[in-house]
Nanobody
Framework: QVRLQESGGGSVQAGGSLRLSCVASGSTYSYNMVRMAWFRQAPGKEREGVAAILNDGGTRYADYVQGRFTISRDNTKNTLYLQMNSLRPEDAAMYYC????????????????????WGQGTQVTVSS
């Protein structure tokens, strides 16, 4: 099983930036991490996909972060990143890192069904 640990959350003003990191440990074989993603969940709302990246570097973004957020991964360090720029109050949420294996076959790249390993989350607060 892959263990994921997020960091980098915090409080910023609208328009500011944050960079989230997620370090993977445990069974970090490529077949366990064919895709990785960031999700977020605000109080009272469902968990939603923010951005995802494949082993080959292919990416997908939710419309509401396109052009503002950038997902990247360093496979040599088993680390996933999310650079968040031009933050808005509506971006405030708990952000979760997720890893999907070759056996997670349901849903699209931004669906929770596509991921079997999850971190504990890191809180992002954006003030107006």
């Amino acid at each position: 099983q892959v263990r994921l640990q997020e960091s980098g959350g915090g409080s910023v003003q609208a328009g500011g930036s944050l960079r989230l990191s997620c370090v993977a440990s445990g069974s970090t074989y490529s077949y366990n991490m064919v895709r990785m993603a960031w999700f977020r969940q605000a109080p009272g709302k469902e968990r939603e996909g923010v951005a995802a990246i494949l082993n080959d570097g292919g990416t997908r973004y939710a419309d509401y972060v396109q052009g503002r957020f950038t997902i990247s991964r360093d496979n040599t360090k088993n680390t996933l990143y999310l650079q968040m720029n031009s933050l808005r109050p509506e971006d405030a949420a708990m952000y979760y890192c997720a890893a999907g294996s070759i056996w997670n076959t349901q849903g699209d790249m931004l669906s929770v069904l596509r991921y079997g390993s999850w971190g504990q989350g890191t809180q992002v607060t954006v003030s107006s």
